[in-house]
């Protein structure tokens, strides 16, 4: 097949990359991979806008307004829009987002979020714009972005203290990363858990696993956390998907690294905007912002040399080494020292420093495992973000580094949903979308 084989020039693989998503394409957005992800997710179309922006920039603009019609009256944008169809009840049904007043009318949608990339993929697709065009397009969007953001700091940040919360870890697009299997097992979960995720009970779960019919069993979640993480839905949705009810009773309440290192991208990107458009921020936002990067300060910690997750409800860190350690390079606000501190440990060839970079989970960690999802495997989007994040700071060399790196796996195999950090090896989807815009986004 083009798209993945026998790719040399950056033309031959920006041709195969755009091939990748032209089958994807659903006319206004496109999903993630036909097979694993048959719906519209938001932070991977953010990725995807910011590589097809390079060749299509009116597309790319469908493809973040298509977003914004999922957004719920009170703000939130949902990490999935469903597509409609009856093979598809299912997925929809695990969410019934519908319970929720706030839910949209014309649309279905799941009732968690995922890391706010939007503003970046909003000023992304600006540079492609004449100046007239892109003060017309930020007022176009402009409204729900601030509407997102507002909402944000309001639900997601009750005491006031800067940082966000999430409430799941499908809000933080790294699902089964060791922090939050970690944190989950902490709890008791209903009998039912133990004894379906059993080795008895196996066969018959495999079989109801939509996913594994896919993919190698080996390199997705296991049963357990499979589970968890849908009961964990299941506890969310019987709550109506109302805020205060689930803090009431929730095992799952944490300050993502990643995803407040995101927001302050994304907060210094609305900035942005509504500068270009003579729009005033409200003051109280402005605090806020303010204060999530003084907050992400306290995310540090001193022992180690790293950041980490803080625990919501505790406010004790979350001491288990995954990627998200490295992504206050991309919120870009952290001192140089603390800058260099993160680039060690990417040198670092038993944490980070993989002979293929960047592996999800630090070499070292006794969770790593080479192909299994968000515990060990390299993705591209995360390597996307550390690359630009070390732009940022200077470390053009290390930047580069990843880059060539990121180019030979695709190159060798075709655009994965991730690679072992050992040997390159692919895993996971053969055709993931974002996968194939970043690729046109490094290389243009
Ligand atoms: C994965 O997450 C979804 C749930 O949202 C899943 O496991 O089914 C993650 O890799 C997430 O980051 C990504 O956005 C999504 C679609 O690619 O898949």
Known sequence: MRYTLGMDEPAEIIAAAKEVLRISDRGDYTIPAADLYPHQWLWDSCFIAIGIR?????????????????????????HIIFVSGREHYRDRELYR?????????????????????????????????????????YKDVYPALLKHHLWLYNERDPHDEGLTLQIHPWETGLDNTPPWI????EHKFPLWIKIASSNFLKPL???????????????RLTNFETLVL???????RRKAYDIDKILDDSLFAIEDLTFNSILIRANHNLKKIAKTIDKKLPEKL?????????????????????????NFVTHNLIIEPSIAALMPLYAGCITRERAKEIVKLLRDKKSFGAKF??????????WFDPYRYWQGPVWINTNWLIIKGLERYGFEEEAEHIKLQTLQMIKKSGFYEY??????????????????????????
């Open 182 to 185: 970690r944190s989950l097992r």
């Open 230 to 236: 849908y009961s964990e839905q299941m506890r969310i």
């Open 286 to 310: 402005l605090a806020s912002m303010h204060k999530t990067e003084a907050a992400l300060e306290t995310l540090w910690d001193e022992a180690t040399s790293q950041y980490y997750s803080r």
């Open 357 to 366: 970079p960047v592996p999800s989970v630090p070499l070292n960690s006794d």
């Open 419 to 444: 690679f072992s950090p050992l040997d390159g090896s692919p895993a996971g989807s053969k055709t993931l979308s974002w996968s194939a815009a970043l690729m046109i986004d490094l290389l243009s």
């Open 205 to 219: 779960v495999n079989l109801i696993r939509r996913d594994t019919r896919f993919v190698r069993s080996n390199e």
């Open 54 to 78: 390079h060749y299509d920039v009116e597309r790319a603009q469908k493809e973040i307004t298509s977003l914004l019609r999922g957004q719920w009256h009170n703000g939130m944008l949902p």
């Open 97 to 137: 987002a519908e319970l929720n007043p706030n839910a949209p009318d014309k649309v279905s949608t799941s009732g968690l979020t995922q890391p706010p990339m939007v503003a970046e993929a909003i000023v992304k697709i600006g540079e492609k714009l004449d100046r007239a065009e892109r003060r017309s397009w």
